[in-house]
């Protein structure tokens, strides 16, 4: 055969590849990109999404115009209700969830810059920031999309061919940016499994010398005024880039299930939580003004059963409240909105230097009438360390 016929040859066999593959690719969309073909049973289901997040999900906010945006870590991905009547204003906000698994305080700042630079923003709702400011170069292509990725390379191709798969499986994402993480997951499917799943996550807040009925100390929260250094900008950044925007501004500090706040208390790390929020409060009437309904802090601290639900319950995973410690599911999300957006104090209060001493006096009152009444705290506290305990060791001798 002649080079010509040869290149000729090359060019025949290629060339429909070019335009085959890509075409595959659009139509069953595995990264929720194109949005043009959805049919049950065909490509629905979206299995592969998850390894794709922090490509396509940025994207997805500048295609779509979103203007109502919740950001933040798996915590917020999971449970914070996309679709709440008053976080869209009833619907007429189109709203989209932004959050990404992992994500930690420098990855969530250089998104927030990011969204609040989107035209058609109206409202961001924000959790797990960081104070601090980061420089965004590793950040400055989101809300581009690459093309090449989604249509013609081999991953992309591989995620096709497994959506099509996999339309059987449970949807574990939706289209506007929510992830089930666990819920409904085959391998939690009795108390002892929801506690080694607790344990799991735990780890990480186990301490050397945990104290039994420790006291909290009002004396040992820092009230002092906040710094205007790089230890603050990030924050003060944001703030002020929203009010600029004219854009509605919500920090969340996120809800955790009461053995966690009873681990942090006994370990000696509330005290430092409060000052943090004391700090964020001071920081956003600095910069928003005293009375500031278009930037606002909300803290979900609590001793109620919608974050004391039982480990030790008898209830299957896909029923529960609470995954682990940190992950909670949209109903709970939704009673916090509901604070947040709607008039029902149920779970959730707006924090303020001016109301600060009453919110701890009222958390540290509903923390011990909830514990006189509850005994079982103390016991499934210390089941879960033990569990921690032994997960870690298990960890440290595997080969």
Same mark, same amino acid.
């Given at each position: 055969?002649?080079?010509?016929?040869?290149?000729?040859?090359?060019?025949?066999?290629?060339?429909?590849?070019?335009?085959?593959?890509?075409?595959?690719?659009?139509?069953?969309?595995?990264? %929720?990109?194109?949005?043009?073909?959805?049919?049950?049973?065909?490509?629905?289901?979206?299995? *592969?999404?998850? @390894?794709?997040?922090?490509?396509?999900?940025?994207?997805?906010?500048?295609?779509?115009?979103?203007?109502?945006?919740?950001?933040?870590?798996?915590?917020?991905?999971?449970?914070?209700?996309?679709?709440?009547?008053? &976080?869209?204003?009833?619907?007429?906000?189109?709203?989209?969830?932004?959050?990404?698994?992992?994500?930690?305080?420098?990855?969530?700042?250089?998104?927030?810059?990011? @969204?609040?630079?989107?035209?058609?923003?109206?409202?961001?709702?924000?959790?797990?920031?960081?104070?601090?400011?980061?420089?965004?170069?590793?950040?400055?292509?989101?809300?581009?999309?690459?093309?090449?990725?989604?249509?013609?390379?081999?991953?992309?191709?591989?995620?096709?061919?497994?959506?099509?798969?996999?339309?059987? @499986?449970? =949807?574990?994402?939706?289209?506007?940016?929510? %992830?089930?993480? =666990?819920?409904?997951?085959?391998?939690?499917?009795?108390?002892?499994?929801?506690?080694?799943?607790?344990?799991?996550?735990?780890?990480?807040?186990?301490?050397?010398?945990?104290?039994?009925?420790?006291? &909290?100390?009002?004396?040992?929260?820092?009230?002092?005024?906040?710094?205007?250094?790089?230890?603050?900008?990030? +924050?003060?950044?944001?703030?002020?880039?929203?009010?600029?925007?004219?854009?509605?501004?919500?920090?969340?500090?996120?809800?955790?299930?009461?053995?966690?706040?009873?681990?942090?208390?006994?370990?000696?790390?509330?005290?430092?939580? /409060?000052?943090?929020?004391?700090?964020?409060?001071?920081?956003?009437?600095?910069?928003?003004?005293?009375?500031?309904?278009?930037?606002?802090? %909300?803290?979900?601290?609590?001793?109620?059963?919608?974050?004391?639900?039982?480990?030790?319950?008898?209830?299957?995973?896909?029923?529960?409240? /609470? =995954?682990?410690?940190?992950?909670?599911?949209?109903?709970?999300?939704?009673?916090? &909105?509901?604070?947040?957006?709607?008039?029902?104090?149920?779970?959730?209060?707006?924090?303020?230097?001016?109301?600060?001493?009453?919110?701890?006096?009222?958390?540290?009152?509903?923390?011990?009438?909830?514990?006189?009444?509850?005994? /079982?705290?103390?016991?499934?506290?210390?089941?879960?360390?033990?569990?921690?305990?032994?997960?870690?060791?298990? *960890? +440290?001798? =595997?080969?």
């Amino acid at each position: 055969m002649s080079p010509k016929r040869y290149t000729l040859a090359l060019l025949a066999l290629f060339l429909p590849m070019l335009t085959v593959i890509p075409a595959i690719n659009w139509v069953v969309d595995p990264f %929720w990109y194109f949005r043009n073909i959805e049919v049950r049973g065909f490509n629905l289901v979206k299995p *592969r999404f998850r @390894s794709y997040e922090r490509l396509v999900k940025s994207a997805l906010v500048s295609k779509l115009h979103s203007e109502a945006v919740i950001l933040g870590s798996s915590f917020a991905e999971v449970g914070l209700p996309v679709t709440h009547a008053g &976080f869209t204003s009833g619907g007429r906000l189109k709203s989209y969830n932004l959050s990404l698994p992992r994500a930690q305080g420098p990855e969530i700042y250089c998104y927030a810059q990011f @969204s609040l630079a989107q035209p058609s923003l109206k409202r961001l709702v924000l959790g797990g920031f960081s104070m601090e400011a980061t420089p965004c170069t590793k950040y400055q292509n989101l809300g581009e999309v690459d093309y090449i990725k989604l249509l013609l390379s081999k991953n992309a191709l591989g995620a096709t061919l497994e959506t099509l798969r996999r339309q059987e @499986s449970k =949807q574990l994402f939706t289209a506007d940016g929510m %992830w089930s993480y =666990q819920r409904y997951s085959e391998s939690f499917r009795n108390d002892g499994d929801i506690m080694d799943n607790f344990a799991t996550g735990f780890i990480g807040q186990l301490c050397q010398s945990p104290q039994r009925n420790r006291e &909290f100390d009002y004396g040992l929260i820092d009230r002092s005024k906040p710094p205007t250094d790089a230890s603050t900008a990030g +924050l003060r950044n944001i703030i002020r880039l929203a009010l600029q925007k004219n854009i509605q501004l919500i920090l969340i500090d996120f809800p955790k299930h009461v053995l966690h706040y009873e681990q942090d208390l006994e370990c000696g790390r509330m005290e430092a939580y /409060w000052s943090r929020l004391w700090r964020i409060a001071s920081i956003v009437e600095e910069e928003a003004g005293p009375d500031s309904r278009q930037v606002e802090l %909300w803290n979900f601290y609590g001793y109620r059963d919608l974050n004391a639900e039982r480990i030790h319950a008898g209830i299957a995973m896909p029923e529960r409240l /609470w =995954q682990d410690g940190g992950h909670f599911n949209p109903e709970v999300g939704k009673v916090a &909105f509901d604070a947040i957006f709607g008039s029902d104090r149920t779970f959730g209060r707006k924090v303020t230097t001016r109301d600060f001493d009453h919110i701890l006096a009222e958390g540290e009152n509903e923390r011990r009438a909830f514990l006189i009444k509850n005994s /079982w705290v103390q016991q499934e506290l210390d089941e879960l360390r033990q569990t921690a305990y032994r997960q870690k060791r298990d *960890r +440290l001798v =595997q080969p």
